[in-house]
């Protein structure tokens, strides 16, 4: 099976931009996870998606938002970029969402550079 | 949600050595999951641990949950170098929410 496949691996933008990331799943797993990960606050959640709709958000402002696809696919939009948005995305995906303790299966990551 | 606090920050040792770090958390957890990470690159699952387990094993990784003391070890013998990367745990309370701390990276010499 393929892994989790996050696009594109390497973004630069500059503040006030917007940005799209995406991430595409293991085959047959229902739930996506977004995670950024800073080498000051570590490895934060994002939020999750399971069937389409979003389950859990962490303490992100509303610039950071997400949405899921029937097929499982999920974007994650930070819109008015900000320099401390730099970041290493992660995307992780489980068959159950994690509410079932159900192992996350990660993908490379999207490192976002904001100028 | 919780986060786990990994220590040490950082843990240098010579290859055929044992490594061992220690995750703390505050409340009560269902599972706990370590993770490890090669620079700047995705995390790799490693184990579960369910809060009524207290040791388990995988290959040459052993892992113990305290839920007393509220943390976990993660020891991993007869280390390579290509163990040498962060290693993550990810407490999981009531929402099942797995909440990372900033993990100890572990550097192993050949």
């Known amino acids: 099976k393929a892994g989790v496949t996050q696009t594109p691996r390497y973004l630069i933008k500059t503040r006030g931009q917007q940005v799209t990331l995406s991430c595409s799943p293991i085959s047959g797993h229902r739930s996506v996870s977004w995670y950024q990960q800073t080498p000051g606050q570590g490895l934060q959640f994002l939020f999750e998606?399971?069937?389409?709709?979003?389950?859990n958000k962490g303490n992100f402002p509303g610039r950071f938002s997400g949405r899921q696809f029937s097929n499982s696919r999920s974007e994650m939009n930070v819109s008015t970029l900000e320099l401390g948005d730099s970041a290493l995305y992660l995307c992780a995906s489980s068959l159950f969402p994690t509410i079932g303790t159900d192992t996350q299966y990660f993908g490379p990551g999207t490192r976002l550079t904001v100028l | 949600s919780q986060q786990g606090e990994e220590d040490p920050q950082a843990l240098s040792i010579q290859e055929g050595e044992n490594a061992t770090m220690n995750c703390s958390y505050k409340?009560?957890?269902?599972?706990l999951q370590w993770y490890r990470q090669n620079s700047g690159r995705g995390l790799v699952h490693l184990i579960l641990?369910?809060?009524?387990?207290r040791e388990k094993h995988s290959g040459r990784l052993r892992v113990t949950l305290d839920t007393s003391k509220k943390s976990s070890s993660l020891l991993i013998t007869a280390s390579r170098a290509a163990d040498t990367a962060s290693y993550f745990c990810a407490p999981s309370g009531g929402s099942y929410i797995p909440t990372f701390g900033r993990g100890t990276s572990l550097i192993v010499h050949p």
């Open positions: 998606y399971f069937s389409e709709t979003q389950r």
């Open positions: 409340t009560s957890i269902n599972n």
């Open positions: 641990i369910r809060s009524n387990e």
